[in-house]
């Protein structure tokens, strides 16, 4: 009877047989490499020589490899790294995000738009050129002791609401009512009913340089509504030489009130209204308004046409309608 076959099997000290450890070299001397120690292959095949996977990435990138034939114009559009198109890309998401500010913001203050850029000095110090103001609909956030149902507080009555630092609303109205007219945004002093004579009943002689009823064509009143004034003007809207030089406000003229401030961000949109050179927004000529600030400054009498700002061109085409030019 022969033994165990040698190399298949082997017997310890208690002579249990046991099966050979395949990693142990045949006993004749002769060994063969084993697949998966230095014979390692990678994902494509080769392999190093020392045992290190050798990987070999695909060339290009996922935009690289998008193409209108197979993916379709919109995942093309969303993916393809091209510059032309990425540039496209980043301009369609900055005019979307100013939009939706823009939404936000109307929501909030119930007028557009609602943010307006002061292009003159006549509220100074509450008011400074290139200010930009936020507006709100004139029913909004109303004070106490506002006037009738018109949401607005005169300084007459405002000790107790002070907005810019003086007492009552500062309201952005259309000079006469004439929307094609740049719109002034002033302090409303007090309210006035229609055929009163509210130079001797109301009106601050100073304001008036003194003038009587009978010297105003706007006294007595043709009609209810607001007696104005930019707080650093010498006289009323409604006085010859005043700033607007405006007739009794009618609360209908009134397109909203000022309710806060962000210092030098207008400018950024008076600018781009230079630089556009009044593409967005036609400008006709400056037209000097008497005794507005006692300097005769000129302002503009263009159209109220909201034009943008924004850090680049294509964002400041998307703010077009969310900036506004208000004169003071």
Known sequence: MSGPDPGDETSDERDEPHRRDPREAPSDGTAEPRSGDN?????????????????????????????????????????????????????????AIVAVIGLLLFGVSGVWPPLVAVESGSMEPNMEVGDLIFVVADDRFVGDEATGDTGIVTQENGDDHQKFGEGGDVVVF?????????????????????????????????????????????????????????????????????????????????????????????????????????????????????GATGTGAPFSSAEAIGAGVGSVAATGAGAAAVVGRRRG
């Open 39 to 95: 014979d390692r292959t990678g994902p494509d095949g080769d392999s190093s020589g020392d045992g290190t996977v050798v990987q070999h990435g695909s060339s290009g990138s996922e935009g690289d490899d998008v193409t209108i034939e197979d993916d379709g114009v919109v995942r093309w559009f969303f993916g393809t790294d091209d510059d032309s198109v990425v540039l496209v890309r980043d301009v369609l998401s900055s005019v």
């Open 174 to 290: 259309e000079p006469d009512g004439q929307a094609h007219q740049t719109p002034v945004i002033h302090r409303a002093h007090f309210w006035v009913e229609e055929g009163e004579n509210w130079v001797d009943t109301k009106a601050e002689p100073e304001y008036l340089d003194g003038a009587s009823c009978d010297q105003l064509r706007t006294c007595p009143a043709t009609h209810d509504g607001f007696v104005t004034k930019g707080d650093a003007n010498p006289y009323y809207d409604q006085y010859q030489r005043g700033g607007a030089n405006t007739d009794v406000v009618r609360p209908g003229w009134i397109t909203g009130k000022a309710s806060f401030r962000i210092p030098w961000l207008g400018y950024v949109r008076l600018a781009f209204d230079s630089i556009m050179g009044g593409v967005l927004a036609p400008q006709p000529g400056l037209e000097t308004v008497a």
